[in-house]
């Protein structure tokens, strides 16, 4: 069965740290670009970070250059999305989402989603 699961997710309190995982199954994980969105209440979901099939290539929303890393290990079926120096307007619910085609910073082409995992950032 097809499913991409998130988890992670958590209350952080400003300037904390968090790693989301993104497990991957029933299929091949390797041969999927992997973008990690996120959506807060009241807004549209966006795209935070993606990354290639291979890992090679990466891609980061402005809002968050310099403060999240997303890293793959294709072995292991697992992408990750460590997240430093959180804000509270980094709250919102995370969602994985794969693609069969890295699109870089369009975000485009993602056709198949986790279930999210919230992330709050509050003091």
């Known amino acids: 069965q097809l499913q991409l699961v998130e988890s992670g997710g958590g209350v952080v309190q400003p300037g904390g740290s968090l790693r989301l995982s993104c497990a991957a199954s029933?299929?091949?994980?390797?041969?999927?670009?992997i973008g990690w969105f996120r959506q807060a209440p009241g807004k549209e979901r966006e795209g935070v970070s993606c990354?290639?099939?291979?890992?090679?290539?990466?891609n980061y929303a402005d809002s968050v250059k310099g403060r999240f890393t997303i890293s793959r290990d294709n072995a292991k079926k697992l992408v990750y999305l460590q997240m430093n120096s959180l804000k509270p307007e980094d709250t919102a619910v995370y969602y994985c989402a794969r693609s069969t085609v890295y699109t870089g910073s369009s975000y485009q082409g993602y056709n198949y989603w986790g279930q999210g995992t919230q992330v709050t950032v509050s003091s």
């Open positions: 990354i290639s099939s291979s890992g090679g290539s990466t």
């Open positions: 029933g299929f091949t994980l390797g041969r999927y670009a």
